[in-house]
């Protein structure tokens, strides 16, 4: 089973990978075209739409991968009231994105821009994740990553014809491009999964249980999205629009390199979700072959960080210098963030996602206190001490909670 596992994971890691590429590429295209101030701005109101974003499904995808492990036939079920509570909940939150938006960007962000964004985030892009978790409950995870790249691939394309515009019109060209991106990805990724999976598209609500239990999902999917994305909502308010632009540049990296992490915990968590249901005796072996790979991507991917760090300026533009002074020190999140993501997988497929919630809601509590304390004295280095922070304490907790849920629930 690990050898089937490693394999898939390969599998999963080579669309990652390309899925790196993609988000790199837009990266560096993004702060050469629009420079750190521009760029802080932006990257707010997107790390804001991304955790945002996590709502409008109400954890709906998980339901359906619980469901569907080892049943494929409860795709179809579930997606009748997965697809339009995510149309109907996501127009709601487009508003509230707009206005939320509007007041941590100063009013340097247009209405107009932030609805194009919210549209993208809100609307298209959780359809695409849920045709990606009917993929991954048939256990076509390669697929499922590779229609998630989709939209990306899409993206980089949209950078390009928007450094031909005058230097004002820029990041209003490309966020109307990547909103036509998002559409084009969500529309392939449908076309896509159809052709593996069986969709019913006839409306039904949604049951009590249904709704309690994707509610818990869907809390434990903010509250996980905020650990990563509150640093860059918040840096604009914390330090200025052009630190918190520098800063977001090398978080993203250091995200990137942490990526294939996610290879592996995609590729395991239906197996995962099967053990638990099913109470396998090699759960233990298998949770414990999960977090030793984990841990030893971390590290690999902190050193290779503090490492690439002098090349950063020269990748991402001269006015992105201080990278290079504050890109070794992100290194040292890596193998915590590492550690933090295997832990939350595994507490899901354990069905403990309100465990997952609890210790990661810890985490933005130290990570808010921590920019509060820190960046005043410290700066942009404040955001990364806080980090920090919260990275170690989240993954000695999710790690606790794992090995106690081991012993008491996991047959040895």
């Known amino acids: 089973m690990i050898g089937a596992l490693a394999r898939k994971s390969m599998m999963t890691s080579v669309v990652l990978a390309l899925r790196l590429a993609t988000q790199a590429a837009t990266l560096v295209a993004l702060t050469r075209m629009l420079g750190p101030a521009d760029y802080g701005h932006f990257a707010s109101a997107a790390a804001l739409a991304v955790v945002l974003g996590t709502l409008p499904s109400l954890g709906s995808g998980y339901v359906l991968l619980r469901r569907a492990s080892g049943r494929p036939d409860a795709v179809a079920y579930t997606w009748r009231y997965a697809w339009p509570l995510t149309g109907g909940l996501g127009l709601v939150l487009l508003l509230a994105y707009a206005f939320v938006g509007h007041w941590f960007a100063g009013g340097a962000l247009g209405w107009r821009l932030l609805l194009l964004m919210g549209i993208a985030e809100l609307l298209f892009t959780p359809f695409t994740t849920l045709a990606s978790f009917a993929l991954q409950a048939a256990e076509y995870v390669p697929l499922s990553q590779l229609v998630q790249w989709i939209p990306l691939g899409?993206?980089?394309?949209?950078?390009?014809?928007?450094?031909?515009l005058p230097q004002a019109q820029r990041l209003n060209g490309y966020v109307e491009l990547q909103l036509y991106a998002s559409l084009a990805g969500a529309l392939l990724a449908w076309w896509i999964a159809r052709r593996h999976v069986s969709f019913d598209w006839r409306p039904r609500l949604a049951t009590s249980e249904e709704l309690k239990d994707g509610a818990?999902?869907?809390a434990m999917?903010?509250?996980?999205a905020n650990p990563t994305e509150l640093d860059k909502i918040v840096a604009v308010r914390q330090v200025g629009a052009a630190d918190a632009g520098v800063y977001t540049a090398g978080a993203r990296v250091m995200g990137a390199l942490v990526m294939p992490v996610l290879a592996l915990l995609l590729t395991a968590q239906?197996?995962?979700?099967q053990h638990a249901r099913e109470g396998f005796a090699g759960t233990r072996?298998?949770?414990r072959n999960l977090f030793a790979l984990a841990l030893g991507w971390g590290v690999g991917s902190g050193v290779l960080l503090a490492i690439i760090s002098p090349v950063l300026p020269w990748i991402l533009g001269h006015d992105y210098g201080r990278t290079a002074q504050l890109v070794p020190w992100m290194a040292v999140t890596a193998p915590f963030l590492s550690l933090r993501l295997a832990a939350g997988s595994v507490l899901i497929a354990l069905g403990h996602p309100l465990e997952r919630m609890g210790f990661e809601l810890c985490g933005i509590v130290l990570l808010a206190a921590g920019m509060i304390l820190f960046t005043p004295w410290l700066g942009v280095l404040g955001l990364v001490a806080a980090v920090i922070v919260s990275e170690v304490a989240m993954s000695l907790v999710g790690t606790m909670l794992i090995v106690r849920?081991?012993?008491?629930d996991v047959p040895a």
Request: glycine share 0%; hydrophobic share 60%; charged share 15%.
């Open 154 to 164: 899409l993206r980089v394309v949209a950078v390009l014809p928007c450094f031909a």
């Open 216 to 218: 818990s999902y869907a």
């Open 221 to 224: 999917l903010l509250v996980a």
């Open 270 to 273: 239906p197996q995962l979700f």
């Open 285 to 287: 072996r298998l949770v």
């Open 405 to 408: 849920r081991l012993r008491r």
